[in-house]
């Protein structure tokens, strides 16, 4: 634990201007990103005395060894600035809203020349129009169901629509009326990107003007007597109504706005979104949070404004923004919101009427997902705490360990040995920095040797980057200051015992992206799958790198047990103990990693081929070769100009083909299996560097009595570990 005035910066050398601060750790990890209209003021409240500060205020101010600022222009640029670091460095003690579930939208591929209607979650795609979030996906294809009735755009996948382009047959949507059916040229291109325009303009809320026309038609239909058009017109108009009936209007003047509620208590926070297109609730999203310091409703809603709208451009941003608290100061965010829209927005606190009305429905909708946040045992802040305290007391540690690291190691009968490293910090998985590894030293099946090699490689390399970086090369006078791009840039950072301050330099900090070094942070407790040799073996890896300040220990699957170093017997945790349940999700978690490693791995090997050899030669023209020549037998025969007459290939590529085909053992024949007849143009074994990735050998699903290929590899089977 750090003591803050160890490297609280001198007076007067913090500048009274806007500007962004981060707080680092004593591996130079980017704990904190803060921004401030007065750099000076800010971090004087951090160094003041501790039992002055919030409890969590206070832990991250004594987890950090150093503190550095950047100047800025105006609080504009400041708040810019801090939303990139935040998604750069992915700070512990920030602010970081948690979605309690992946949002699914409907969404209109634009940027294809047919769009498609489909559900998609997670990041948003360029030229592809979306719509919501809406909270459940039976939600969007209800909708989209009553929808293609009027507007008949495709629905189908690539390969759906492929396969009927080449049948010359629609799929039963087609059939049925709820698809233009371009794959069979029913409409023009231009006619079904009509439709799908049509039906982006009705999602968007421009609904009363389509509906109208529809009924001016349904109407001159009568009046011509073409009494079926009439009433295919009618139900469509009810299919219309019924659809704009499941999202009912709740602001007059088709108003585009969106509502933001917070509900908190002292250690958490609940923001929930109420999207509003065209007076209707098109969408509805929520986050949850850690107060990780003393923070007020203004800051957590403008929070929830940068991870709302970070990303955003154009209309998805609205021109109105209702928020139960204003930031402080508001004009900084309102003119970010401007420049993100492209036009004026406008941000406030709705006092009467029908606005905030809705806003306390909006406000009643956080409490509630507060509440059951609460609930949810591997996210509450408590239960995880608690689980750290155990795992503490179990193992005898000085402290909680707030970085834990498992270890697996999986094979298949002693092939393609793999092993996974996943990491947790403070009870919750850092997917980020999770590591595979090959085992190198050693062929087939040993659990112990593999565990050596891959604790002593992970740690070796924190050894070299921790020599590397130099960390506090004590009695090193920083600069006042240095240009970053135009900007001012000061640091302060731990001095130890000279008294000084030091700052390792950039480029020894950091990969030459900028970003932090892989394997820089030291874990305080590492532990592997298995039980006592498994655990000696680890410890025995430290020892041999000089490493004695991290804890080791090892769950067993059968029993639970947690094993430990240097003793006889087992750790037995109580069944309802909060700390072994932590563990079990860290060595499940390490176990499901590893074994989808291996299956990469097996699935490679499995369909690898003689031109998996060639230097140089990626997946493209690879499948380009096997096109062109129809199998790697006739690519063997091939000529070296034929080879170059590949587009794509290169007359050293084509000679590096041929070296490696020379160097291969040819297949065996291909035997027809029904009449015994040796079929010397069918495709080797050898071609499976040709096959598609979805297929597997021995499965090419064709008629009984296909051809079939001797040689096949060896499809083992067994128990994976």
């Known amino acids: 634990m ?133 909270g459940h996906a039976w939600a969007i294809r209800d909708t989209v169901d009553l929808l293609l009735r009027v507007f008949p755009v495709r629905t189908c996948s690539a390969g759906v629509f492929k396969n009927a382009a080449r049948t010359g047959r629609p799929c039963l949507l087609g059939y049925i009326g709820k698809c233009s059916a371009p794959c069979v040229d029913r409409v023009s291109a231009e006619e079904h990107r009509e439709l799908a325009e049509e039906f982006c303009d009705f999602m968007a809320g421009r609904t009363g003007t389509y509906v109208r026309r529809l009924e001016q038609r349904m109407t001159e239909a009568a009046e011509e007597m073409e009494y079926e058009r009439a009433a295919r017109l009618r139900d469509d108009i009810g299919a219309l109504r019924k659809a704009m009936e499941k999202s009912a209007v709740v602001l007059a003047d088709a108003t585009d706005a969106d509502l933001v509620a917070v509900a908190e208590d002292e250690l958490e926070a609940a923001v929930q979104i109420f999207h509003v297109r065209g007076g209707r609730v098109r969408g509805q999203r929520g986050w949850v949070t850690d107060k990780v310091e003393e923070i007020t409703t203004g800051a957590l809603v403008e929070h929830a404004l940068q991870q709302l709208y970070g990303e955003e451009t154009g209309d998805a941003v609205p021109r109105e923004v209702l928020v139960p608290a204003l930031p402080d100061p508001v004009e900084p965010v309102q003119q970010w919101l401007t420049g993100r829209r492209g036009s004026g927005v406008s941000l406030r606190v709705p006092q009467r009427g029908d606005k905030r009305a809705l806003m306390e429905t909006v406000e009643r909708n956080a409490q509630q997902a507060l509440v059951l946040h609460k609930t949810k045992r591997a996210s509450d802040l408590t239960t995880r705490s608690r689980a750290l305290e155990e795992v503490a007391d179990a193992l005898g540690l000085d402290s909680a360990p707030l970085r834990i690291e498992c270890y697996d190691i999986s094979h298949l009968q002693g092939d393609d040995v793999v092993a996974s490293m996943v990491v947790f910090e403070d009870g919750l998985a850092r997917k980020s920095e999770y590591r595979r590894f090959q085992i190198k030293s050693f062929a087939g099946q040993d659990d112990v040797r593999s565990m050596h090699e891959v604790i002593t490689r992970r740690f070796r390399r924190y050894l070299a980057d921790k020599e590397r970086t130099g960390e506090w090369s004590e009695g090193t006078e920083p600069d006042g200051g240095q240009s970053v791009d135009g900007t001012t840039v000061g640091t302060a950072a731990n001095a130890g015992a000279a008294g000084g301050s ?220």
Request: proline share 8%; net charge neutral; hydrophobic share 35%.
């Open 502 to 721: 030091a700052v390792p330099s950039a480029d020894t900090l950091t990969e030459d992206d900028g970003r932090p070094k892989r394997f820089a942070y030291p874990p305080q407790l590492v532990v592997v799958d298995g039980g006592a040799p498994q655990v000696a073996a680890a410890r025995r890896a430290l020892e041999e790198l000089g490493i004695d300040d991290i804890a080791v220990c090892g769950l067993a699957k059968r029993l639970e047990e947690v094993w430990l170093p240097d003793d006889d017997d087992p750790v037995v945790l109580p069944r309802t103990s909060e700390g072994l349940y932590l563990l079990q999700r860290v060595r499940d978690e390490a176990h499901r990693f590893a074994i989808g490693y291996q299956r990469v791995k097996r699935a490679k090997r499995f369909r690898s081929g003689p031109l998996d050899d060639v230097p140089g030669l990626g997946e493209a023209r690879k499948q380009a070769l096997i096109k062109h020549f129809g199998s790697v037998r006739k690519l063997r025969a091939a000529t070296l100009e034929q080879i170059c007459d590949v587009p794509g290939v290169g007359r050293k590529t084509a000679e590096a083909i041929t070296a490696a085909l020379a160097g291969a053992a040819p297949a065996g024949p291909a035997v027809n299996t029904a009449t015994g007849e040796i079929m010397d143009d069918m495709v080797g074994t050898d071609d499976m560097d040709g096959m598609d990735e979805t297929e597997e050998p021995g499965k090419s699903g064709g008629p009984p009595g296909a051809p079939v290929t001797t040689g096949a590899p060896d499809d083992r089977r067994g128990l994976e570990t």
């Open 2 to 134: 750090a003591d803050p005035s160890s490297y609280r910066p001198k007076p007067g050398e913090i500048p009274d201007s806007p500007g962004v601060y981060r707080f680092r750790d004593e591996h130079r990890r980017v704990i904190y990103v803060g921004k401030a209209k007065s750099l000076r003021q800010r971090l004087a409240s951090y160094f003041q005395d501790l039992a002055g500060l919030h409890p969590r205020t206070r832990t991250m101010v004594t987890t950090a060894a150093s503190v550095e600022w950047t100047v800025v222009s105006t609080e504009v640029e400041a708040l810019q600035l801090e939303y990139s670091w935040i998604k750069e460095y992915d700070p512990r003690f920030n602010v970081k809203y948690r979605d309690d579930k992946s949002y699914p939208y409907l969404a209109v591929t634009m940027n294809e020349e047919f769009p498609r209607v489909q559900v998609m979650r997670g990041h948003k795609k360029k030229g592809v129009r979306y719509f919501g979030p809406y």
